[in-house]
């Protein structure tokens, strides 16, 4: 996984978005956990996941992919569906009548013309058309299904839909206007929500369907959303009473000003440091397309006549800049440099997170004591597949069984590092890590990552996933550039069709890292959910999702040539845009991607890794961007073996993120005899083979859990990988080289894990797919700890 780009706290609020996160870790993209045993107490949970936002896209295979269009501005008048493009397009609700752009009709989201000025008059003026919508409800409410669902999902949709447009704003197209707009109105767009979601007429309208004698007649999905708005609602505040309940409002606004503060730390702590090379001797080692970046980005800074070959060069603190220090600098004082910065970040003076996480965890555990339970954690998991136990459990075997094998793999490092002659080997730190474990890589296996970028062209690596797409699940995927306005000219805008030819779905991809306004990681949220209640064209309001990563740009005349893990993060974040666009779930509460228990979330994108190393897949993307040379046999194979190196290193990585999340929601008690570096020194002592450095600060740029809706649920991504795993496996048994049981494999993936969105519970929906349970044995022999099977 990768290490963090994160959201500000939402009120808990039911259909609030998903915004699914890759965590991404300063060095390497961690999917592979070890375990002896998993614990598979799996369980049908009747209530709906917390919500979230999910945070993650794809290309087109065109050779002038890099040559982008001039896009349209948005007008007032609204791409009809009856546009002359053959890609419909899908409606939304927005009232027409005001300039503001948040507030008119359009079909697609304004991106390129709303402004930070728009912001304050914009969401006033929402909020207030809301509240007179939702006293108009209360006043009127009975319990059924026209009367109470229908409207409620109206209300909840437009709020999320127009604070999504400036959400996602300030995620990749930051400004200090936009940031003093975003928090002077922030408290009203929370006060309302909380307004909503404490509504007791709405509530007991809820309680009352849910005990009449037609609930039998309900469907699943409706009995989900009912199940859900009940506990949703408890979560929410709606039984607390009087100064009860004022405190815990104000908890919420407090919790949203400090994760927004926390994230806007983060990113301007980053941003902040830069390293000026003028002297190539210090950056012996970089890559050509380190190089080329980091004289693109001095040259961004007013560092005139800046070039790959003679500089000056400025190394950042964003991650294509930074991992290649890490892994190929030989200047160890530079790799040194960098590291102390990176794990310092936001540590220290006027962006020190330190009293903001403090302030968060105290908040967090008054919230839970409100609600009447023991910790935050227990809060966090009452909406999950997974208890704290169980959660507890699962990481203590996955990381008793990785220990000894990062401990050999640090011994591997030092041996080879004597060998090498590294005056360092006997005394190989955090800063050296990489660097050694890129040397012994690329001797045990003959794998140069950087050497391997050129077959790795985006271009091509996305019509390899579109084409995958098309095998899998019977889709085609077609440019839609100039359909919908967008924020920034590198942003692409896709069609999805069925196998008839019409539209089923709408996505965005932001590929590329722009440190100076966008947040780092990698993520996939919502635009529109699919909805029949929405639907003012056609039986349904079709569904659009974003794509955000960032990957190294452009460089020159040469497109984005990707490494391998760049690679997977793409195909991950495209297998959560695909739950969310080909759901067939037309209840708007729980489609797509709403509606799903966190720690079920990642199964599809973890499923859509797995392909990168299925051989047919791989070489179809794996063409050389100069002479279209597909990669060598013997290089796959080498990728293949190598796709467990160090896996005992980077679980216990993984593992040790999730477990000082619940360790800080569980056990850390403001004022008592723990501290909160006390909590985080105790879970490393467990989960680090080189203890951390006095000036780690880790968590001051943990996002995930401070800024994300990952709090008390960094260990989802363990558990969802025995999902993802075992679903794999079912293309494994029906055989990978065989392109009919394929397609039949993946329809069957496509009407049950990607079709039933959050209408059915995980495990039910799971078992529509595999026919069973889930087993814990395919990701065991995933991970190299039984004998892999031969099918290629």
Same mark, same amino acid.
């Given at each position: 996984?990768?290490?963090?780009?994160?959201?500000?706290?939402?009120?808990?609020?039911?259909?609030?978005?998903?915004?699914?996160?890759?965590?991404?870790?300063?060095?390497?993209?961690?999917?592979?956990?070890?375990?002896?045993?998993?614990?598979?107490?799996?369980?049908?949970?009747?209530?709906?996941?917390?919500?979230?936002?999910?945070?993650?896209?794809?290309?087109?295979?065109?050779?002038?992919?890099?040559?982008?269009?001039?896009?349209?501005?948005?007008?007032?008048?609204?791409?009809?569906?009856?546009?002359?493009?053959?890609?419909?397009?899908?409606?939304?609700?927005?009232?027409?009548?005001?300039?503001?752009?948040?507030?008119?009709?359009?079909?697609?989201?304004?991106?390129?013309?709303?402004?930070?000025?728009?912001?304050?008059?914009?969401?006033?003026?929402?909020?207030?058309?809301?509240?007179?919508?939702?006293?108009?409800?209360?006043?009127?409410?009975?319990? $059924?299904?026209?009367?109470?669902?229908?409207?409620?999902?109206?209300?909840?949709?437009?709020?999320?839909?127009?604070? &999504?447009? !400036?959400?996602?704003?300030?995620?990749?197209?930051?400004?200090?206007?936009?940031?003093?707009?975003?928090?002077?109105?922030?408290?009203?767009?929370?006060?309302?929500?909380?307004?909503?979601?404490?509504?007791?007429?709405?509530?007991?309208?809820?309680?009352?369907?849910?005990?009449?004698s037609s609930w039998e007649s309900l469907n699943d999905a409706q009995k989900r959303i009912v199940d859900g708005q009940i506990k949703e609602a408890i979560l929410n505040g709606v039984a607390l009473e009087d100064e009860q309940r004022e405190k815990f409002n104000e908890i919420e606004q407090e919790l949203e000003k400090l994760s927004q503060k926390f994230s806007e730390n983060v990113l301007d702590a980053t941003k902040r440091f830069e390293k000026l090379i $003028?002297?190539?001797?210090?950056?012996? &080692?970089?890559?050509? $397309?380190?190089?080329?970046?980091?004289?693109?980005?001095?040259?961004?800074?007013?560092?005139?006549?800046?070039?790959?070959?003679?500089?000056?060069?400025?190394?950042?603190?964003?991650?294509?800049?930074?991992?290649?220090?890490?892994?190929?600098?030989?200047?160890?004082?530079?790799?040194?440099?960098?590291?102390?910065?990176?794990?310092?970040?936001?540590?220290?003076?006027?962006?020190?997170?330190?009293?903001?996480?403090?302030?968060?965890?105290?908040?967090?555990?008054?919230?839970?004591?409100?609600?009447?339970?023991?910790?935050?954690?227990?809060?966090?998991?009452?909406?999950?597949?997974?208890?704290?136990?169980?959660?507890? *459990?699962?990481?203590?075997?996955?990381?008793?069984?990785?220990?000894?094998?990062?401990?050999?793999?640090?011994?591997?490092?030092?041996?080879?590092?004597?060998?090498?002659?590294?005056?360092?080997?006997?005394?190989?730190?955090?800063?050296?890590?990489?660097?050694?474990?890129?040397?012994?890589?690329?001797?045990?296996?003959?794998?140069?990552?950087?050497?391997?970028?050129?077959?790795?062209?985006?271009p091509k690596v996305m019509d390899g996933l579109f084409s995958l797409a098309k095998k899998l699940f019977n889709i085609n995927i077609e440019p839609a550039d100039g359909l919908a306005p967008v924020w920034n000219n590198d942003v692409r805008f896709y069609c999805v069709k069925d196998s008839s030819g019409s539209p089923v779905a709408y996505f965005y991809f932001d590929p590329y890292s722009r440190p100076s306004e966008k947040r780092g990681g990698a993520w996939?949220?919502?635009?529109?959910?699919?909805?029949?209640?929405?639907?003012?064209?056609?039986? !349904?309001?079709?569904?659009?999702?974003?794509?955000?990563?960032?990957?190294?740009?452009?460089?020159?005349?040469?497109?984005?040539?990707?490494?391998?893990?760049?690679?997977?993060?793409?195909?991950?974040?495209? &297998?959560?845009?695909?739950?969310?666009?080909?759901?067939?779930?037309?209840?708007?509460?729980?489609?797509?991607?709403?509606?799903?228990?966190?720690?079920?979330?990642?199964?599809?994108?973890?499923?859509?890794?797995?392909?990168?190393?299925?051989?047919?897949?791989?070489?179809?993307?794996?063409?050389?961007? *100069?002479? &279209?040379?597909? +990669?060598?046999?013997?290089?796959?194979?080498?990728?293949?073996?190598?796709?467990?190196?160090? =896996?005992?290193?980077?679980?216990?990585?993984?593992?040790?993120?999730?477990?000082?999340? +619940?360790?800080?929601?569980?056990?850390?008690?403001?004022?008592?005899?723990?501290?909160?570096?006390?909590?985080?020194?105790?879970?490393?002592?467990?989960?680090?083979?080189?203890?951390?450095?006095?000036?780690?600060?880790?968590?001051?740029?943990?996002?995930?859990?401070? =800024?994300?809706?990952?709090?008390?649920?960094?260990?989802?991504?363990?558990?969802?990988?025995?999902?993802?795993?075992?679903?794999?496996? =079912?293309?494994?048994?029906?055989?990978?080289?065989?392109?009919?049981?394929?397609?039949? $494999?993946?329809?069957?993936?496509?009407?049950?894990?990607?079709?039933?969105?959050?209408?059915?519970?995980?495990?039910?929906?799971?078992?529509?797919?595999?026919?069973?349970?889930?087993?814990?044995?395919?990701?065991?022999?995933?991970?190299?700890?039984?004998?892999?099977?031969?099918?290629?």
């Amino acid at each position: 996984m990768k290490m963090a780009r994160h959201f500000p706290h939402r009120a808990r609020l039911g259909i609030v978005a998903l915004r699914v996160i890759i965590a991404v870790d300063m060095f390497t993209i961690t999917r592979l956990p070890l375990a002896r045993s998993l614990p598979l107490h799996y369980s049908s949970c009747s209530a709906l996941p917390k919500p979230r936002s999910k945070s993650k896209p794809s290309f087109c295979p065109l050779s002038s992919f890099c040559l982008l269009p001039r896009y349209p501005k948005s007008t007032t008048t609204p791409i009809s569906a009856s546009s002359s493009s053959s890609c419909a397009a899908p409606l939304s609700s927005m009232a027409s009548g005001d300039t503001n752009p948040l507030l008119q009709d359009f079909d697609f989201p304004p991106f390129d013309v709303v402004e930070a000025e728009h912001v304050r008059p914009g969401i006033r003026e929402l909020l207030r058309i809301l509240e007179n919508d939702l006293v108009e409800l209360e006043r009127t409410v009975e319990p $059924t299904w026209p009367k109470l669902v229908e409207p409620l999902e109206r209300i909840m949709d437009r709020l999320y839909v127009v604070w &999504g447009i !400036v959400n996602h704003l300030k995620a990749v197209k930051d400004s200090p206007e936009l940031r003093a707009a975003i928090e002077e109105i922030q408290p009203e767009k929370v006060k309302f929500q909380l307004r909503l979601g404490q509504s007791k007429p709405i509530y007991e309208a809820f309680k009352t369907i849910r005990n009449s004698s037609s609930w039998e007649s309900l469907n699943d999905a409706q009995k989900r959303i009912v199940d859900g708005q009940i506990k949703e609602a408890i979560l929410n505040g709606v039984a607390l009473e009087d100064e009860q309940r004022e405190k815990f409002n104000e908890i919420e606004q407090e919790l949203e000003k400090l994760s927004q503060k926390f994230s806007e730390n983060v990113l301007d702590a980053t941003k902040r440091f830069e390293k000026l090379i $003028t002297d190539k001797k210090e950056i012996d &080692g970089l890559p050509s $397309t380190a190089l080329g970046l980091a004289a693109q980005t001095a040259l961004s800074k007013g560092h005139e006549n800046a070039s790959a070959e003679n500089g000056p060069w400025v190394i950042t603190l964003d991650a294509p800049s930074f991992l290649p220090v890490m892994q190929h600098a030989r200047n160890r004082s530079l790799r040194e440099e960098i590291y102390r910065a990176y794990v310092s970040r936001a540590s220290s003076g006027d962006l020190d997170n330190t009293p903001i996480i403090g302030q968060i965890l105290k908040l967090r555990l008054e919230k839970a004591k409100l609600l009447g339970y023991n910790n935050y954690a227990e809060v966090s998991l009452a909406l999950k597949m997974a208890s704290v136990d169980r959660a507890e *459990e699962l990481l203590e075997k996955l990381r008793s069984a990785s220990w000894d094998h990062a401990v050999q793999d640090m011994e591997d490092l030092r041996t080879f590092a004597k060998d090498s002659g590294a005056l360092e080997a006997n005394e190989l730190t955090h800063w050296d890590i990489n660097f050694w474990s890129e040397r012994l890589r690329e001797s045990k296996y003959d794998i140069n990552e950087e050497e391997l970028r050129p077959y790795f062209a985006l271009p091509k690596v996305m019509d390899g996933l579109f084409s995958l797409a098309k095998k899998l699940f019977n889709i085609n995927i077609e440019p839609a550039d100039g359909l919908a306005p967008v924020w920034n000219n590198d942003v692409r805008f896709y069609c999805v069709k069925d196998s008839s030819g019409s539209p089923v779905a709408y996505f965005y991809f932001d590929p590329y890292s722009r440190p100076s306004e966008k947040r780092g990681g990698a993520w996939m949220d919502e635009v529109f959910s699919r909805s029949r209640v929405l639907a003012r064209k056609g039986p !349904v309001r079709l569904p659009i999702a974003h794509m955000v990563c960032n990957q190294t740009p452009p460089v020159g005349d040469k497109p984005s040539l990707m490494t391998f893990r760049e690679v997977e993060t793409v195909f991950h974040e495209f &297998g959560h845009a695909l739950q969310h666009m080909l759901t067939k779930q037309d209840e708007g509460l729980v489609a797509g991607i709403r509606g799903i228990e966190w720690d079920a979330v990642e199964l599809p994108s973890q499923f859509m890794e797995n392909w990168c190393y299925h051989r047919d897949t791989l070489l179809r993307i794996a063409k050389h961007y *100069e002479t &279209g040379e597909s +990669l060598p046999e013997e290089v796959y194979l080498k990728l293949l073996a190598a796709k467990t190196f160090r =896996a005992g290193s980077l679980s216990l990585r993984q593992i040790r993120f999730a477990s000082v999340d +619940l360790e800080l929601h569980t056990k850390y008690v403001p004022g008592g005899t723990l501290s909160i570096s006390d909590i985080d020194r105790h879970v490393g002592e467990k989960t680090q083979v080189i203890p951390p450095l006095p000036e780690d600060r880790f968590l001051c740029s943990f996002s995930h859990i401070f =800024a994300g809706g990952y709090a008390a649920g960094y260990y989802s991504y363990k558990w969802a990988e025995v999902l993802s795993a075992d679903a794999f496996s =079912a293309f494994e048994d029906a055989g990978l080289d065989d392109d009919k049981a394929i397609i039949e $494999t993946g329809h069957r993936f496509r009407e049950t894990i990607l079709a039933l969105g959050g209408g059915q519970s995980p495990l039910e929906v799971f078992v529509a797919f595999r026919g069973r349970e889930p087993s814990p044995e395919p990701l065991l022999r995933h991970n190299g700890l039984l004998p892999a099977i031969t099918s290629a």
